[in-house]
């Protein structure tokens, strides 16, 4: 007897929702990861909403690089909640099914919003550059045309990014089976389901993300190459490490963003293990959200002074 999953599977036009298998089928399991991820969920929304309201309510935090941090903290909020939510309904209720137009924007979404994301950084890394390589310069290079026209651009592009992804994937006939080994609308475990032969989507997948990952990862690169090298040239080590410490923050965020990315997508989709990647998406996907916030309050000392600001019961006098 057909179930449910296996109707309405003999193309794309008539596939009417895929299954998502989740993180675990074990009862108990479900409600342990559901407590942990509902509390990581909260507090990634609590610390990057901090963070905006921070940079916006506090004028010493009124400069390019919090102006991007407010960009990044709200892209965090956004993405978090793209797939967070979907996930947890998933372990609490046991309700796998999500329709095709909901996996689509999903996907669009998530690389919207990734993509997005890597141009922010790489901002951000610019940003850095001018302030230690050109400070004297720094309120030209870093006017606020310049440092808003580059977060437009860094949206714009992931906009772009993910319509050519999602397209291109969600056009294939899908009438092999409509389960996915994920938790969230991922390109990889879609391409598996795909019928026929889809190494040409395969490939043009793989060289968009290319060349929208290693475009800002080159700039990101190039910036700290230009950073490394000023910092090198000053005397005194106590200057070095002063100035390092202005940009250590972002470099571990980068680190953390492009590390876990990379892994999971600038590779070939033949070496595709599902279980691996579904447990590495959790990184990008729930715990870099979830750490930027606290990367930056923790080694930064102007975030932590308007803390603790915000905190104080009195004023100083």
């Known amino acids: 007897m057909q179930t449910k999953k296996e109707n309405s599977l003999q193309n794309n036009t008539g596939l009417v929702e895929f299954i998502l298998l989740g993180l675990s089928d074990d009862p108990n399991m479900q409600i342990i990861l559901f407590s942990i991820f509902l509390v990581i969920y909260i507090i990634t929304l609590a610390g990057n909403l901090l963070i905006i309201l921070l940079t916006l309510t506090d004028p010493a ?29 998933n372990l609490l209720s046991g309700n796998k099914f999500i329709s095709f137009i909901s996996c689509a924007l999903q996907t669009y979404f998530t690389f919207f919003l990734g993509g997005s994301g890597s141009f922010l950084l790489a901002s951000m890394s610019y940003d850095r550059y001018v302030a230690i390589c050109k400070p004297l310069h720094y309120p030209v290079l870093m006017s606020r045309k310049v440092y808003t026209s580059l977060a437009v651009a860094s949206w714009l592009s992931g906009f772009f990014m993910s319509f050519g992804h999602t397209s291109m994937v969600f056009t294939l006939p899908f009438c092999a089976s409509n389960v996915i080994n994920h938790f969230f609308c991922d390109i990889p475990p879609l391409l598996k389901l795909a019928c026929g032969d889809t190494s040409r989507i395969e490939i043009a997948v793989f060289a968009v993300a290319m060349v929208f990952v290693s475009l800002p990862f080159i700039l990101i690169l190039l910036s700290y190459a230009g950073i490394i090298a ?59 959200p979830l750490l930027n916030p606290v990367i930056y309050s923790l080694r930064n000392k102007e ?12 004023p100083l006098r």
């Open 61 to 89: 935090l009124h400069t390019p690089m919090y102006f991007f941090l407010r960009n990044l903290s709200f892209l965090e909020i956004c993405y978090t909640s793209v797939n967070v939510p979907k996930m947890l309904d």
């Open 230 to 288: 000023a910092i090198l040239r000053i005397s005194s080590s106590e200057g070095r490490k002063k100035t390092f410490s202005t940009c250590s923050s972002h470099l571990i965020v980068v680190t953390l963003f492009y590390g876990s990315g990379c892994i999971t997508y600038l590779k070939p989709n033949s070496t595709y293990l599902p279980n691996m990647d579904k447990y590495l998406s959790l990184f990008y996907t729930v715990l870099c």
């Open 303 to 314: 975030v932590k002074s308007a803390l603790g600001i915000m905190f104080r019961r009195k």
